[in-house]
């Protein structure tokens, strides 16, 4: 299956800074990368998602980047807020549509 | 509401006993996958089912089983309980297009399970 890591595992900013979160996959086939959050105590939810024919993708705060040569794709969220505390999973998939996440990463914004 | 309705939302069981946690995915998904989340860990894949049949397996232990039946529901099996499968099991449903898509994944609120 698809070997899937992100980084950093924490990650704490001052309320106002932005958040940079990267997800690192194996399989070159690979070809929709979203990323979920996951709120304390909720269910994951997509927040954005990015194809393989697009290079970046923006939506308001969130953004999402996307480097296929080097398998890596990043979400990125600007003027952070106290609501966009949560663990942010990335889960790239092939074709074959297996949903494998990212370790996950946890994000504190410090009011 | 995502659609996916799991049940039952809590379960306090005793070690070796055996459980079943019931999953509904959203009208017209075909995919369902099983999805186990430990305090302050990720969500490790369990299984995942296409239309009634297996597609997938991640780390999943002999002792849990899977199905999904022919209105596509799905059933998770855990057997021979030990104090270490106390989790979140979380069911998600997808609209899975063969040969290639995109496919977000649908989840349900999850099954908080307590092996005492």
């Known amino acids: 299956g698809e070997n899937v890591e992100q980084h950093p595992s924490t990650l704490s900013v001052q309320e106002g800074d932005s958040a940079v979160i990267k997800c690192t996959y194996s399989?070159?086939?690979?070809?929709?990368f979203p990323w979920y959050k996951q709120e304390l105590g909720k269910r994951p939810q997509l927040i954005i998602d990015?194809?393989?024919?697009?290079g970046e993708k923006k939506d308001q705060r969130i953004a999402v980047t996307l480097n296929k040569t080097a398998k890596h794709f990043s979400l990125h969220i600007t003027e952070t807020q106290p609501e966009d505390s949560a663990v942010y999973f990335c889960?790239?998939?092939?074709?074959?549509?297996?949903?494998?996440f990212g370790t996950g990463t946890r994000l504190t914004v410090i009011p | 509401d995502s659609g996916v309705t799991q049940t039952p939302k809590h379960l306090i069981t005793a070690t070796g006993q055996r459980v079943t946690l019931r999953c509904s995915p959203r009208?017209?998904?075909?995919?369902v996958y099983w999805y186990q989340q430990s305090l302050d860990q990720g969500l490790q894949f369990l299984i995942q089912?296409?239309?009634?049949?297996?597609?997938a397996k991640g780390n999943i232990l002999e002792r849990f089983s899977a199905q999904q039946f022919p209105d596509l529901h799905s059933e998770l099996n855990l057997s021979s309980l030990e104090l270490g499968d106390s989790a979140l099991y979380f069911c998600?449903?997808?609209?899975?297009?063969?040969?290639?898509?995109?496919?977000?994944?649908?989840f349900g609120q999850g099954t908080r399970l307590t092996v005492v």
């Open positions: 998600a449903s997808s609209v899975a297009l063969l040969g290639g898509g995109d496919a977000e994944a649908f």
């Open positions: 399989d070159s086939a690979s070809n929709y």
């Open positions: 990015i194809r393989s024919n697009v």
């Open positions: 889960a790239p998939q092939t074709g074959a549509n297996n949903l494998f």
């Open positions: 009208s017209g998904d075909l995919s």
């Open positions: 089912y296409y239309n009634g049949e297996e597609r």
